[in-house]
């Protein structure tokens, strides 16, 4: 059955989502100024799901973010069939 729901439908949906409140939970538990001043790199692989936006907004607050696999809707290269 089909639900008219599509990976296109869901980036629209996601580009009107605020992340901001969670985020900010999240800080709030972390002493993320500690955090920042050790000037960490963060490796994020999201493997092109719906944690790349959020993801990406919370750990570039930590520190410096390496981000592979983050066009969500895409298949990871292991899994994309050649």
């Known amino acids: 059955m089909a639900t008219g ?6 980036k629209k949906l996601l580009k009107f989502m ?3 409140e969670y985020i900010q939970a999240i ?4 002493d993320a100024a500690k955090i920042n001043q050790q000037r960490y790199r963060i490796l994020f692989d999201p493997v092109n799901g719906s944690a ?4 990406k907004k919370l750990f570039e607050k930590l520190g410096k973010v390496v981000l592979i696999n983050g066009q969500m809707g895409r298949k990871p290269p292991h899994l994309a069939v050649n």
């Not at 729901?5 to 869901?10: G, K, N, P």
């Not at 800080?27 to 972390?30: A, E, M, V």
């Not at 790349?52 to 993801?55: A, I, N």
Request: overall charge negative; charged content about 20%.
């Open 18 to 20: 605020d992340h901001s």
């Open 27 to 30: 800080l709030q538990t972390i």
């Open 5 to 10: 729901f599509t990976v296109r439908s869901a």
């Open 52 to 55: 790349v936006d959020v993801g």
